[in-house]
């Protein structure tokens, strides 16, 4: 068989329909069907593309991609971690598109007394997965006329709160565009099936104090729709 399936991996349902939204724009398939995994995971097929349900952080994103590609080997040539996600000021405003060209673990390490110390540095693990197609699918969406930033997007366990911490995360990962939960945990899982990876998010709110008054869930929701519509599906395809 070869590996001509895109599984796109969302935290919650409401991506999940969001991102099947875009994919039946872009191949008009009228009916998607759905199944579900082992592990409770919801899969829907629509076109050339799977689009599994994981749960919330990047242990729920592991444990479900691995399932799925454990379950259909040689079947996916990419894995994309997709839905909304927090977006770094200036570059990635509420309701713009994220690309990640990397795929970043910002907490997986140790506080020592000089500071956080992430686990490569610590001499036993690695933090960053490079991207496949990030160039192209980002000329794509800007050629669309989506406003979309390129850039590290930096996985987190704890969504930050504080515009001291998002300072810290800026600081310390140059050209983050953004930050969500469950990108390494895919990244991770992906790599040991070696299929390539890609992180595409919309945004929904800014990284930085707690403002729960200004998320945009809906609008980043129907921005993801029309980023999947507007992928260039026959290099993602091949
Ligand atoms: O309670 C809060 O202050 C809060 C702020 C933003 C997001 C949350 C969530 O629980 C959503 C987590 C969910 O959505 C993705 N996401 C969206 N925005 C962010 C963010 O700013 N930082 C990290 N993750 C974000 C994430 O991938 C999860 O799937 C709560």
């Known amino acids: ?123 036993f693990g690695r933090v960053r997965h490079t991207t496949r197609h990030a160039d192209t699918v980002a000329a794509s969406l800007r050629g669309h006329g989506l406003p979309t930033a390129q850039g590290p997007v930096l996985t987190v366990s704890t969504v930050t709160g504080s515009a001291e911490r998002a300072a810290e995360l800026a600081q310390r990962h140059p050209g983050a565009v953004a930050e969500a939960m469950e990108g390494f945990g895919l990244a991770e899982a992906a790599a040991g099936h070696d299929v390539p990876v890609l992180e595409l998010r919309t945004v929904s709110n800014a990284v930085g104090p707690r403002d729960r008054a200004a998320w945009r869930i809906g609008e980043a929701l129907d921005a993801l729709a029309g980023a999947f519509a507007n992928l260039p599906w026959a290099t993602l395809v091949p």
């Open 1 to 123: 068989m070869t590996a001509s399936r895109v599984l796109v991996v969302t935290a919650v349902a409401h991506e999940a329909a969001a991102v099947l939204r875009g994919v039946q724009q872009a191949f008009g398939h009228a009916g998607p069907t759905e199944r579900t995994l082992p592990g409770g995971y919801a899969l829907t097929a629509c076109g050339p593309v799977d689009v599994l349900v994981a749960g919330v952080g990047p242990a729920a994103a592991a444990a479900a991609t691995a399932t799925a590609l454990a379950l259909a080997p040689s079947t996916y040539g990419l894995a994309v971690s997709a839905g909304i996600a927090g977006g770094f000021a200036p570059v990635a405003p509420v309701g713009s598109v994220v690309v990640a060209d990397a795929i970043v673990a910002a907490d997986l390490g140790a506080q020592t007394p000089d500071g956080f110390a992430d686990v490569t540095a610590l001499g």
